[in-house]
């Protein structure tokens, strides 16, 4: 479609230009990870907001036939329930007003573009308790303002509203002290302004840039939820001597082979994998073709679904007893989905952050006639929350913000709790826990005073910068001395997927000489990119 033509948008050109967005998005995709106010390896706004796209684009599907406002009511169902971390839920939102704009319309003009434009930032605005300027919400509602009187054709409106959204972008430092401290602007209001670029260079006809030069930032794989059964295949493809892989190539291999929730991520010198497939044999093949394999992780999602039907299937035609109460749990590595489970919790393992439709099933998996979910990330808040507007009569979040507040809420509960006692207990037990998160520093940074190199180890207390030391384990005592306070009684240290040996061998000692007063408990935790999480209480 080129700009002379664009005077309003079908269903098919809506989806056109959100396929091209999702692609312009995926390029920048390292560059929005990277800019992280605090600068912790498992950034993932790009890759929250790219999988909450790219799930509203399934939800819409063909778009040969039917209404813009029904394909944009459509991807907003889709995107309401793939939406990944705060970042994707916003995103979800504004994409929900967007569609209420172009409600019942056959085709979006200009004026219905820039209607639904200010639409999406109202709801998105809407939607959030307490509304940050500096935000994501700010580049919404700044792109939305540039368009408002929608004269023109719809590029010019998409004209207005992309190149608004980049100024306001770079405005981000001066509206939020914390962006103008660490140095970055906004990482959400930078893939509000890509997405708008993109739907710009879609209907204008503009082809795509080459890839930007972004930084190497680790970029976590998170979990793709799938409607279906069938295969889930993920493994690591590495580059052989020669060429570098080519991941573009490697996505439309797994497309032509009917893949479906594909996700690859990396750089030309590896790439990690994820497909669901009804055989996994292409998959395979397709990876085995751009380099070589290793990591390989096959599930069976028909016989892990059969698996959770028996269990739940009444004995003998006699219906089971359902529990009063049960608990989710989010977990980031095995060790501390065994502590959840240990604790009668489901445990949903998570690479990434989990969708509000990752919830609702596990919830619903919990057999329970209500059931706590507990987040245990910032981040993953809002996707829960969402998840109880969607089934309010069976969800409560308790909004646990880390895995140390998850365990002490899940033992504050048991399943003969009457749920309104349950939920107080659990409320009253977070309260009471302090996190330390130990990592290496993803890039030069100062913030609050602490300075950090690039790959120097740092540790956050209650999800802020604390300390910097030369080594993970100095990181940790510097952060739990100012964590240990009167009624400190127990610490509690997961150990991460990376901690050396030797490390460990004489970290318990270290504590107990550094917090004498406190009881000390090491356990195996796996989760990647922290090497240690600890908790006070």
């Known amino acids: 479609m080129t700009a002379t033509e664009a005077t309003a948008l079908t269903a098919a050109a809506l989806r056109d230009a959100f396929g091209v967005a999702a692609r312009w998005l995926e390029l920048n995709r390292d560059a929005i990870n990277a800019i992280n106010v605090y600068p912790v390896p498992d950034g993932d706004t790009g890759t929250n907001m790219l999988l909450t796209l790219r799930a509203a684009i399934d939800a819409g599907g063909g778009a040969d036939a039917g209404t ?13 329930l793939g939406a990944r971390g705060n970042s994707g839920v916003i995103l979800s939102q504004m994409l929900r007003g967007f569609a209420a704009g172009l409600d019942g319309l056959e085709v979006a003009d200009a004026p219905a573009l820039a209607g639904a434009l200010r639409s999406a930032a109202d709801t998105a605005y809407a939607a959030v308790s307490a509304p940050v300027e500096g935000t994501m919400l700010t580049v919404m509602r700044d792109a939305a303002d540039a368009a408002a009187d929608g004269t023109g054709g719809v590029i010019d409106v998409l004209r207005s ?8 972008v770079d405005r ?18 930078l893939g509000v302004a890509v997405i708008l670029v993109g739907l710009r260079m879609a209907v204008a006809g503009e082809p795509l840039p080459p890839a930007p030069p972004t930084p190497r930032g680790a970029v976590d794989l998170a979990a793709v939820t799938h409607e279906g059964h069938g295969y889930c295949t993920e493994y690591v493809v590495s580059r052989r ?27 030309p010198d590896a790439l990690h994998v994820h497909v669901h497939l009804d055989d996994p044999g292409p998959a395979l093949t397709a990876g085995v073709a751009a380099g070589t394999l290793s990591g390989i992780k096959i599930d069976n999602m028909q016989l892990q679904h059969e698996a959770w039907s028996a269990t739940h299937r009444a004995t003998d035609g006699v ?44 919830a619903r998996s919990a057999g329970s006639k209500r059931v706590f979910l507990l987040p245990n990330d910032v981040d993953a808040i809002m996707a829960a929350d969402q998840a109880a507007r969607e089934a309010p009569d069976l969800l409560t979040v308790i909004p646990t913000r880390s895995i140390p507040a998850g365990i002490a809420a899940a033992v504050a509960s048991t399943p003969d709790d009457a749920p309104d006692d349950a939920e107080q207990a659990m409320r009253l037990a977070i309260d009471g826990v302090r996190c330390i998160e130990v990592t290496r520093s993803a890039r030069a940074v100062q913030i609050g005073g602490v300075a950090a190199r690039q790959g120097q180890p740092i540790a956050l207390l209650d999800g802020r910068l604390a300390a910097s030391a030369e080594t993970l384990e100095d990181a940790l005592l ?35 000489a550094a917090v004498p007063a406190l009881t000390v408990e090491l356990i195996e935790g796996g989760q990647p990119y922290y090497p240690y999480v600890a908790g006070v209480e």
């Open 68 to 80: 813009a406002g029904a394909y944009a009511q459509a991807c907003a169902r889709g995107a309401l």
């Open 161 to 168: 509203a992309a190149t608004e959204a980049l100024v306001s």
């Open 172 to 189: 981000t430092p001066q509206l939020l002290p914390r962006l103008r401290e660490a140095g970055v602007v906004d990482s959400g209001g």
């Open 241 to 267: 001597d020669g060429a570098p892989l080519d991941e573009a190539a490697l996505i439309a291999a797994l497309d032509a082979a009917g893949g479906d929730s594909i996700l690859v991520v990396g750089d």
């Open 319 to 362: 219906a089971a007893a359902i529990p009063a109460i049960g608990v989710v749990a989010v977990a980031a590595g095995l060790g501390i989905a065994e502590a959840f489970r240990a604790l009668g919790a489901v445990a949903l393992l998570a690479d990434g952050k989990p969708s509000p439709a990752a919830f609702l099933e596990a």
């Open 478 to 512: 510097v952060a739990l001395q100012s964590a240990v306070g009167p009624s400190a009684e127990v610490v509690s240290v997961y150990l991460g997927q990376d901690v050396p040996e030797e490390a460990v061998a004489s970290l318990r000692a270290r504590i107990e």
